[in-house]
């Protein structure tokens, strides 16, 4: 739905952008759609920078337009010498800053919707594809390996892993995301639940007899979290809590 445009020369930058938003479910179906989102700001005369967004109207749970008053607040006057720095500056702001820190339930609630999407996206992609049920586990490992591998070819590596890392990801998510229990399905973690759900939508079953396909071995099992990790965390350093 988003229109944005950027025209630069040698005296500067020009950006426009529509005002339509359109409201989505988790798995990007439309469900209404308005004219009246701002989606570009600016830091104020003094800077010359202006901000686009696009996809989700908020951060981690906080309005763009909360988070970019907020820090055009700031920043106040100070000048920095580069675009560039402006986006570093930008980024670690939002690392830093305790408006995206989230209350717990809104936090699982965020894992829940991206563990659903995921799930869901790879079980549509597989049906367009038209592969056989054999082949489901070797073509979600290739999608999970490009999701962290596009994570790992760009500059969010330099963000909240610092304060919470990859290993804290696996010891606080391993069992609440990848649980298997063939005797007690209801008890299996949420990536297992919503994989099998999606699956069956697509009249794929996934039989706990054969480890599901082999979705959950404990090589693919790792890369589920770490695709899950990459896709939640490369961004805030705010989350860590334990699931019940």
Known sequence: MTAEIGIGNQAGIVLAADSAVSETDYRGQVQAIYDSAQKL?????QHYIGLLTYGNASYEGTPWSVLFNHYQRQVGSDRLPHVTDYQAAFLNYLCKEQLVNLPVTDRRSTIY??????????CQNFLTENRNSDEVAGYVQTALENIINNYHQTDNQRLAVNDYSESDFLNDYTDSLMRTNQNQPESAG???????????QINLELSGDNNYHGLFTDTM????????YYILFWGTEFWKLELE
């Not at 700001?41 to 005369?45: C, D, F, P, S, V």
């Not at 919707?113 to 790879?122: E, G, I, K, P, Q």
């Open 41 to 45: 700001y600016t830091l104020g005369w």
């Open 113 to 122: 919707r991206v563990a659903d999407s995921l799930t869901y996206s790879l």
């Open 190 to 200: 949420i990536i297992v639940k919503l994989m099998k759900y999606y699956a069956q």
């Open 221 to 228: 099992r790792l890369l589920w979290l770490r695709a899950m």
